[in-house]
C-alpha cells in the first residue's frame, strides 16, 4: 500500500504538469486559428503547439498544426511548402473522420485547385463534405458543395456541376443562409452562359442579386458582377 501510494503522490504533479501543456497546446493552436482568420503572423504559436504536441505525443494536434501551416502558406502563395506540410500532415493523419481530416481535405483541395488539377480537387472538396454533414454542420457542408461545383466546373463537367449548384442552392436557402445562395446562383448563371444557355444565366444572376438584397448582405463586389 505504501509503494502504491507514493507512486500515486509521484505522479501528480507529472500528470498536473503533461495537463497543462495540453491547455497550453490548445490555446497556441486557437490563437493561430484566429491569426488565420485575421490574416495574422500565426508561425510562432503554431512552431510552439507543433514542438509540445510532438513531446507529448498528440497525433491529432500535430496533424492539426500541420494543416494550418499548410492553410497560412497557401493563403501566401506558397505553394511548395504549402504541399510539404500537408503531405506531412496526412502522413500523420490520426484522426480520419473528425473535423482535423476535414480541414486537411478542404485545404488540399484548395491546392489542388491551384495546380490546376479539378477531378483530384472535386473527389478532396466531396470527402470534405461528406465529414462536415457527419460531423452535423450542415452549413458548412452545403457551402463546400459550392466549391465542390467550381472544381466540376473547373474540369469541364458542366452537367454534374449544376446539378451540385442545384442541390448546394436548395440546401443554403432552406438553412437561411442567402448571402450564400446568391454566391451559388452566381456560380450557375456563369455555367449556364458558358454552355450558351443566355437566358438562363441571366435568370440566375437575377435570383442571386435578390437574395443578396434580402440577405442584406454587404458584398459589394458579388452585387456588382450580378447586376
Same mark, same amino acid.
Given at each position: 500500500? +505504501?509503494?502504491?501510494?507514493? %507512486?500515486l503522490h509521484d505522479a501528480l504533479p507529472i500528470l498536473e504538469t503533461e495537463g497543462k501543456k495540453r491547455r497550453q497546446v490548445e490555446a497556441w493552436l486557437a490563437q493561430a486559428e484566429l491569426g488565420l482568420l485575421r490574416d495574422q503572423p500565426i508561425e510562432a504559436p503554431l512552431r510552439k503547439a507543433l514542438e509540445s504536441a510532438l513531446e507529448l505525443g498528440l497525433l491529432e494536434r500535430q496533424v492539426r498544426a500541420l494543416t494550418l501551416l499548410g492553410q497560412a502558406r497557401l493563403n501566401k502563395g506558397e505553394r511548395l511548402s504549402a504541399r510539404k506540410a500537408l503531405i506531412q500532415a496526412a502522413r500523420l493523419r490520426g484522426d480520419p473522420? $473528425?473535423?482535423v481530416? #476535414? !480541414?486537411l481535405e478542404e485545404v488540399s483541395a484548395r491546392l489542388l485547385m491551384m495546380d490546376k488539377q479539378y477531378s483530384s480537387a472535386a473527389r478532396r472538396y466531396r470527402v470534405a463534405r461528406k465529414l462536415r454533414a457527419r460531423l452535423n454542420q450542415p452549413v458548412q457542408a452545403s457551402r463546400l458543395g459550392l466549391k465542390v461545383a467550381e472544381a466540376q466546373l #473547373?474540369? $469541364?463537367q458542366l452537367d454534374t456541376a449544376r446539378e451540385t449548384l442545384k442541390e448546394s442552392i436548395q440546401?443554403? +436557402?432552406d438553412q437561411g443562409r442567402l448571402a450564400d #445562395? #446568391?454566391?451559388g446562383? %452566381? !456560380?450557375l448563371g456563369d455555367l449556364e452562359r458558358r454552355a450558351g444557355n443566355l437566358t438562363l444565366a441571366g435568370l440566375h444572376y437575377r435570383k442571386g442579386l435578390s437574395r443578396l438584397e434580402v440577405a442584406g448582405d454587404g458584398d459589394e463586389a458579388l452585387r456588382r458582377y450580378l447586376v
Amino acid at each position: 500500500t +505504501e509503494i502504491y501510494t507514493l %507512486s500515486l503522490h509521484d505522479a501528480l504533479p507529472i500528470l498536473e504538469t503533461e495537463g497543462k501543456k495540453r491547455r497550453q497546446v490548445e490555446a497556441w493552436l486557437a490563437q493561430a486559428e484566429l491569426g488565420l482568420l485575421r490574416d495574422q503572423p500565426i508561425e510562432a504559436p503554431l512552431r510552439k503547439a507543433l514542438e509540445s504536441a510532438l513531446e507529448l505525443g498528440l497525433l491529432e494536434r500535430q496533424v492539426r498544426a500541420l494543416t494550418l501551416l499548410g492553410q497560412a502558406r497557401l493563403n501566401k502563395g506558397e505553394r511548395l511548402s504549402a504541399r510539404k506540410a500537408l503531405i506531412q500532415a496526412a502522413r500523420l493523419r490520426g484522426d480520419p473522420k $473528425g473535423p482535423v481530416r #476535414a !480541414q486537411l481535405e478542404e485545404v488540399s483541395a484548395r491546392l489542388l485547385m491551384m495546380d490546376k488539377q479539378y477531378s483530384s480537387a472535386a473527389r478532396r472538396y466531396r470527402v470534405a463534405r461528406k465529414l462536415r454533414a457527419r460531423l452535423n454542420q450542415p452549413v458548412q457542408a452545403s457551402r463546400l458543395g459550392l466549391k465542390v461545383a467550381e472544381a466540376q466546373l #473547373a474540369d $469541364g463537367q458542366l452537367d454534374t456541376a449544376r446539378e451540385t449548384l442545384k442541390e448546394s442552392i436548395q440546401q443554403l +436557402e432552406d438553412q437561411g443562409r442567402l448571402a450564400d #445562395a #446568391a454566391k451559388g446562383h %452566381s !456560380q450557375l448563371g456563369d455555367l449556364e452562359r458558358r454552355a450558351g444557355n443566355l437566358t438562363l444565366a441571366g435568370l440566375h444572376y437575377r435570383k442571386g442579386l435578390s437574395r443578396l438584397e434580402v440577405a442584406g448582405d454587404g458584398d459589394e463586389a458579388l452585387r456588382r458582377y450580378l447586376v
